[in-house]
C-alpha cells in the first residue's frame, strides 16, 4: 500500500511559478512510475507529467517547456515545477502511482493523493 501526500498549491499570478510536492509512504517508491494529473471544473482528469522508475519523462504538450517533473527516491518524493503559469493551468492537482511503467491513462494508476488546488488569474 502506498499512501500519496501532495502540497504546495495556492494562488499565483500568471507568469509566476509554483512548486508541488508529493510524498509517498512506503519503502519501494524507486520501483513506481509517478504521474501528475489535473482536472479542472467539469472537465476530465488529464495527464501533465509523468516519470517512470527509471528516469523516462512524459509531458502533455500544453505544459512542454514551462513544467518540468522530477523525483528523488531518497526522501520518497515527487515534485512538478511550473514555471510561466497560466489561468488555463487552474485545476486542482493529483499525484498517482503504480507499480510498472509510467503511462498517461489515468485508469492505470493504482494510488492516488488527495489533491492540490492551483490558481492562476490573469
Known amino acids: 500500500q502506498v499512501q500519496l501526500v501532495e502540497s504546495g498549491g495556492g494562488l499565483m499570478q500568471a507568469g509566476g511559478s509554483l512548486r508541488l510536492s508529493c510524498a509517498a509512504s512506503g519503502r519501494t517508491f524507486s520501483s513506481y512510475a509517478m504521474a501528475w494529473f489535473r482536472q479542472a471544473p467539469g472537465k476530465e482528469r488529464d495527464p501533465v507529467a509523468a516519470?517512470?522508475?527509471?528516469?523516462?519523462?512524459y509531458y502533455a504538450d500544453s505544459v512542454k517547456g514551462r513544467f518540468t517533473i522530477s523525483r528523488d527516491n531518497a526522501k520518497n518524493t515527487v515534485f512538478l515545477q511550473m514555471n510561466s503559469l497560466k489561468p488555463e493551468d487552474t485545476a486542482v492537482y493529483y499525484c498517482?502511482?503504480?507499480?510498472?511503467?509510467?503511462?498517461?491513462?489515468?485508469?492505470?494508476?493504482?494510488?492516488w493523493g488527495q489533491g492540490t488546488q492551483v490558481t492562476v488569474s490573469s
Open positions: 516519470i517512470s522508475w527509471s528516469g523516462n519523462i
Open positions: 498517482a502511482a503504480r507499480i510498472r511503467s509510467a503511462v498517461t491513462s489515468p485508469d492505470l494508476y493504482d494510488y
